[in-house]
């Protein structure tokens, strides 16, 4: 993608586990969004974490991010079943564009 | 919470089919964005808004028109459909733009046969 990419597409784990998922683009940003989407619905809105930040926490959520390598990761610490989804990062091309999507990883975590 | 609703869920064409899916947002927010999810390809932009009256054009554009006849409304026009289309559509919104967060519909699923 022009605009963000995940270098994975698909990931496995068991529950308990911790994972990491990374997400690099090519065009300068402004914020990069973490969505997560679950089977059959819209993608909603976990994380966003701005140019100025290098690093968000929300729960057992954690999203970093490097401007000087353009990339961002999204951690799940101690993942659960229920954190089973697609995961999406986005990026806005730093001009207030509109957002551009990565291919997204597909998480399973099993039990 | 922002609410995007899409119509209709789910629609079947035939190949030339005109086709038009709705978007209503009832939260105020300036932008409106249509994207198309394809398997292995994440969601693409089609076109977006900055508000009525105004559209932007995605980054798969071709094959696609839209309209955004009020500040809730926005609409994606398929004139002459064709199978290359057939995926899911989702409608989003944002209040400020793409620094922002996106409240998306819950997706239109077009089957073009």
């Known amino acids: 993608s022009q605009w963000g990419e995940e270098n994975l597409q698909a990931l496995s784990i068991q529950e308990g586990e911790d994972v990491t998922m990374n997400c690099s683009y090519k065009?300068?940003?402004?914020?990069v969004h973490w969505y997560r989407q679950d089977s059959g619905r819209g993608p909603a809105l976990i994380i966003l974490?701005?140019?100025?930040?290098r690093e968000k926490r929300s729960g057992r959520l954690r999203a970093t991010l490097d401007t000087s390598s353009q990339s961002s990761s999204l951690s799940i610490t101690a993942a659960q079943c229920e954190d089973t989804a697609v995961y999406f990062c986005?990026?806005?091309?730093?001009?207030?564009?509109?957002?551009?999507f990565g291919a997204g990883t597909k998480l399973t975590v099993k039990p | 919470e922002a609410a995007v609703t899409q119509s209709p869920r789910n629609k079947v064409t035939v190949t030339g089919g005109n086709v038009t899916l709705s978007c209503r947002q009832t939260?105020?927010?300036?932008?409106m964005y249509w994207y198309r999810q394809d398997t292995g390809h994440g969601l693409r932009l089609i076109h977006y808004?900055?508000?009525?009256?105004?559209?932007q054009i995605g980054d798969v554009p071709d094959g696609y028109k839209a309209t955004r006849t009020t500040q809730e409304d926005f609409f994606l026009l398929l004139e002459l459909a064709s199978p290359s289309q057939t995926s899911l559509y989702f409608c989003?919104?944002?209040?400020?733009?793409?620094?922002?967060?996106?409240?998306f519909g819950h997706g239109t699923k077009l089957s073009v046969l």
């Open positions: 808004s900055y508000g009525a009256g105004n559209l």
């Open positions: 989003a919104s944002s209040d400020t733009g793409a620094g922002e967060r996106l409240f």
């Open positions: 974490i701005r140019s100025n930040e």
């Open positions: 065009t300068y940003t402004t914020v």
């Open positions: 939260n105020s927010h300036n932008y």
């Open positions: 986005a990026t806005d091309g730093g001009n207030n564009n509109a957002p551009r």
